[in-house]
């Protein structure tokens, strides 16, 4: 105990006669701890944070039936729903598509769940109100322009269930809805009317999900789906998925660069500092020598002062990593940043790695001191 804590007296006193210099190699490590940890919270929570973003441009899997029909049952979409994690499912939209006529021409009508559409489809820009009753309708700007028919008007349309028959039903456009997509051109009213309209219920043509997964996890969720749930055919929207999974390649594959570019920066402070360290040193060195020390208590003493500048670092870098990691998160996805404890774990070992490499050529150049050449001043 009394030698363990001898050593520790030498190493800390060692560090405090050359603090200006361990200052520098200090504040370098202090440095890499911030920057290893803040990119790394970055780095790991840059999937959650950029789905989020990615789900204001819509569903990024849609189920279609795997039958010959395009008809799937919703009994099978809420059993696949089930199978997502709940914590990671944004939405999930079912769409029944109809048609009926208006003035002799045909209409799309896709029956819906408003509420679960604002959260898969958030893009949608409405002009005038969401239905409220089984009788209104949005009709899609395409329709608004071709009709003449807006917000507040009334349009009498002629429905053939398919059980047969005809009728007309007057329906009430609540709003306009414009989204640049094929929307435009549909009529969408409330899933429980059209239901009633058409005498059937249960079914959908497509259920669109919105979900904070990508690349592999969102491949594996839909094979699990196809494999557990045989009525549904579960297929990627390449255009959202494609594009997350690449946004989000570039980004991480951006951190890990600048992370390993400021421990690569990092080592070298501490390095240079620790050979010239050595080279203040060497006459010390060889005195010890001179009386007995050994290559092993030269090691020691130096890679002694290294770790003590990790652990410092560490401890300084940890509170500023985490400052760091926060200001970087609110600038770009204006949310903060969770910060896992395996990461503070990791930037220690880091903040380790990085000072005992940097110490190898100094503690050499120690080992390799000749104290009858060092004492006699060559």
Not at 238 to 247: C, H, L
Request: aromatic share 8%.
């Amino acid at each position: 105990m009394a030698r363990h804590a001898m050593f520790f007296k030498i190493v800390v006193s060692s560090l405090i006669r050359r603090r200006s210099r361990m200052l520098v190699a200090l504040l370098a490590v202090v440095i890499g701890a911030t920057v290893f940890l803040g990119m790394g919270a970055v780095y790991y929570d840059i999937p959650r944070q950029m789905g989020r973003e990615f789900r204001s441009y819509g569903a990024n899997l849609i189920f279609v039936s795997s039958g010959s029909n395009s008809i799937l049952s919703l009994d099978d979409a809420k059993q696949a729903i089930e199978m997502l994690p709940a914590d990671k499912l944004v939405g999930a939209s079912p769409f029944r598509y109809e048609t009926m006529y208006y003035n002799m021409q045909g209409l799309t009508v896709a029956g819906a769940d408003f509420s679960a559409v604002k959260k898969t489809s958030p893009y949608w820009q409405i002009q005038g109100e969401w239905p409220q009753k089984d009788d209104e309708i949005l009709i899609g700007t395409d329709i608004a322009e071709h009709t003449r028919q807006y917000a507040g008007s009334f349009i009498t349309v002629e429905i053939l269930p398919p059980r047969g028959g005809k009728f007309v039903k007057e329906l009430k456009i609540s709003g306009v809805v414009r989204t640049g997509g094929a929307e435009d051109g549909f009529v969408f009213m409330p899933m429980a009317g059209l239901e009633v309209l058409m005498g059937t219920s249960g079914t959908a043509n497509v259920v669109e999900i919105s979900i904070v997964a990508a690349g592999e996890e969102i491949f594996r969720l839909a094979e699990e789906i196809q494999a557990k749930v045989p009525g549904i055919t579960p297929r990627l929207v390449k255009r959202i998925a494609d594009s997350e999974t690449t946004v989000l390649s570039k980004l991480q594959v951006l951190v890990c660069l600048v992370t390993g570019v400021v421990l690569f920066l990092t080592m070298i402070c501490v390095g240079t500092t620790m050979m010239t360290v050595v080279m203040e040193r060497s006459r010390e060195i060889g005195l010890k020598k001179a009386i007995g020390a050994g290559n092993r208590a030269i090691i020691a003493e130096f890679m002694g002062e290294g770790i003590t500048l990790a652990l410092g670092g560490w401890l300084l870098g940890t509170g500023s990593g985490y400052f760091f990691a926060q200001v970087v998160s609110m600038s770009v996805f204006s949310r903060e940043v969770a910060l896992p404890f395996f990461l503070v774990l990791l930037t220690l070992g880091a903040s380790l790695a990085v000072t005992v490499s940097a110490s190898l050529i100094p503690v050499a150049m120690a080992t390799d001191v000749e104290p009858a050449v060092v004492l006699r001043g060559e």
